[in-house]
């Protein structure tokens, strides 16, 4: 909760005024009893319609104050709930980007998804409610209480046990379901992380019919969801009977002694529609504050798991260039030397495993050279391109960046010197002007077509039409692999940096393209230092070095020719694809 009193003080006119107008409808309404009971002791009693139409517009005047009162609380209550759960959002997106992928494997997208949506809409609304509430239940309870003292001390002894027996059950029912909110929003995450597993899988699920299985699946985690619903649901039902039965009780018992006084003249018929109008309203806030309650309590659940993702601390830290600059007294971070990337000795291995996926990682790759990677399916090849970009940071070794541990290198400075083309290419709804510009903010429409033209890209752009305002559906779904793997080319090429990442990025492009979309990289003006992960074995050939994993291992490293002689897992992948006919597109 110390996160949400943060920003609550940006909010802080709007938290007091709030519950102040709320007060003061909640004084309105307190009046309201006692007219009643005036115009019954006196107006009706001495048949005085004068009286009576007098006190009729003094409680219509006290509707239309009140109802006023309750729009402008419920627009600052609304104005700093929303303003809060927009911050919040906005800075839980923030501190997401900020953690490593270390952090953001071991989470998991469904609960990021469900923390973004579900728990912070539980915020928003437990706060409104909180701020309209939390002073106008109370105070109605007890100033119902106190003015029954005023009217009858005897009766008002009913009030009192009352309102302790009522607490005793809100806050009883309160404490029970508290946890099993908690337990409600996780299995919220495992429906959220199925049914995004499911969307990504559509075509895997489709194609094998595993259709009845993930149906099943989702049944399974869905009805789990539906039990800790309901189980919540039937401790927190026990509420409103429970809250019913004590006040009904306490109307027979105002009744039935009330009755007495009235024989005896201690008390006139008016007081006693006050005593049970007092309780109605103590009933009505009741019930109000036990829905406070159950609100705040799932509030709580979402802020504590809101809380996690902000307490966390990302196991990757970047040193300012200021930082840089005192400890070499040199304000060039990335200096200009030769050698571009260097691997030490690099061993790495990801949170959850139990073995090293990369291990004794050891090269060295020169300034505009082309580094080809290869080797078999789960060999390593991306982590190890994942590790120049640092997403993640070596367990064992150092990396070096231009002679400089990477770990040196400011985060601004390290995204300017490396680009990437992902191996699942990755387009935003949009245009391809505003995707290109994800590359490079600053390009001008000349630089883009640039980059369309040595990404191949160029001429399918020019058919649709639209050039560079054509329309990118979510996720690219209007254009096809190729044209998708072009687009995110071109987009990394108009960053400028100068190390270049293809992790497998040409491999739904015909043997034409990929030639021709080579040659444009070894051609561009600033030659750039190519990493190029590729299972064919002809599209990495022609490279300066190639790197053969195998199980986390380099097993081989030199050139085509060097390979060929001296590495057997090399030549088994490079004979397979010969014979196959994928060397020279015969397939």
């Known amino acids: 909760m110390k996160y949400l009193l943060g920003y609550l003080k940006k909010y802080k006119k709007e938290s007091i005024l709030a519950p102040v107008f709320k007060m003061l409808e909640a004084c309105f309404d307190l009046i309201v009893p006692l007219i009643v009971a005036d115009i019954i002791n006196k107006g009706i009693k001495n048949s ?36 809060t759960a927009t911050k919040l ?39 409104n409610m909180f701020l309209r509430l939390f002073m106008r239940s109370p105070f109605i309870v007890f100033g119902s209480m106190i003015l029954a003292f005023t009217i009858n001390a005897e009766l008002a002894f009913i009030f009192v046990f009352a309102i302790i027996i009522l607490f005793i059950i809100v806050f009883g029912i309160m404490k029970i379901t508290a946890p099993m909110y908690k337990n409600v929003q996780q299995n919220l995450d495992n429906v959220t992380e199925v049914t995004d597993e499911d969307l990504n899988g559509v075509r895997v699920i489709r194609a094998f019919s595993r259709e009845k299985s993930q149906i099943q699946k989702f049944n399974f985690v869905n009805k789990n969801l539906l039990n800790s619903q309901l189980k919540v649901g039937r401790a927190a039902a026990f509420m409103n009977p429970l809250t019913y039965v004590v006040i009904n009780t306490a109307v027979i018992l105002i009744l039935w002694m009330g009755s007495d006084k009235i024989n005896f003249g201690v008390l006139m018929p008016g007081n006693i529609i006050a005593l049970i109008n007092y309780i109605s309203q103590i009933l009505v806030e009741l019930v109000k504050l036990a829905n406070l309650i159950t609100q705040l309590g799932r509030s709580a659940a979402g802020m504590n798991r809101i809380g996690q993702i902000f307490d966390m601390q990302s196991s990757m830290e970047y040193k300012s260039a200021d930082e840089i600059l005192n400890n070499n007294g040199n304000g060039n971070v990335l200096n200009n030397l030769n050698t571009a990337v260097e691997f030490n000795d690099v061993s790495f291995k990801y949170k959850k495993s139990g073995a090293n996926s990369l291990s004794n990682i050891s090269f060295s ?39 400089i541990p990477i770990k040196e290198i400011p985060k601004k400075d390290l995204q300017k010197t490396v680009s990437v083309v992902p191996q699942k290419p990755q387009l935003f709804k949009g245009t391809v002007k505003s995707n290109l510009l994800i590359g490079n903010k600053n390009a001008g429409e000349e630089q883009m077509w640039q980059a369309l033209k040595a990404a191949e890209a160029e001429d399918f752009i020019i058919e649709k039409q639209m050039g560079l305002n054509l329309n990118i559906e979510q996720n690219g779904a209007n254009l096809s692999g190729g044209q998708k793997q072009r687009l995110t080319i071109a987009r990394a090429l108009l960053a400028d940096s100068e190390i270049l990442i293809l992790d ?47 199980d986390g291992k380099i097993v081989g490293k030199g050139t085509h020719g060097e390979l060929i002689k001296q590495c057997e897992i090399y030549r088994e992948i490079y004979e397979s694809q010969l014979k196959g006919g994928s060397i020279n597109g015969k397939e």
């Open 89 to 127: 959002r906005h800075d839980m997106l923030e501190k997401i980007q900020s953690l490593s992928l270390t952090e953001l494997d071991t989470i998991g997208n469904s609960t990021l998804i469900t923390r973004m949506t579900s728990d912070i809409n539980q915020v928003q609304n437990g706060l």
């Open 504 to 550: 497998d990025s040409l491999s739904a492009l015909d043997f034409a393209t990929d030639a021709a979309i080579r040659k444009n990289l070894a051609n561009l003006q600033n030659k750039k230092t190519v990493f190029m992960i590729s299972q064919r074995a002809g599209s990495i050939a022609y490279a300066d070095l190639i790197l053969v994993l195998d």
């Open 365 to 403: 790759a020169l300034k505009g050279q082309t580094v080809g990677i290869i080797g078999g399916t789960g060999s390593g090849k991306t982590t190890l391109v994942n590790l120049i970009l640092r997403l993640y940071d070596a367990t064992d070794g150092n990396i070096l960046i231009n002679r």
């Open 48 to 83: 005085d319609t004068g009286y009576i139409i007098t006190r009729f517009f003094i409680l219509l005047a006290m509707a239309v104050l009140g109802l006023l009162s309750s729009f402008v609380a419920q627009y600052f209550a609304a104005k700093a709930s929303i303003g």
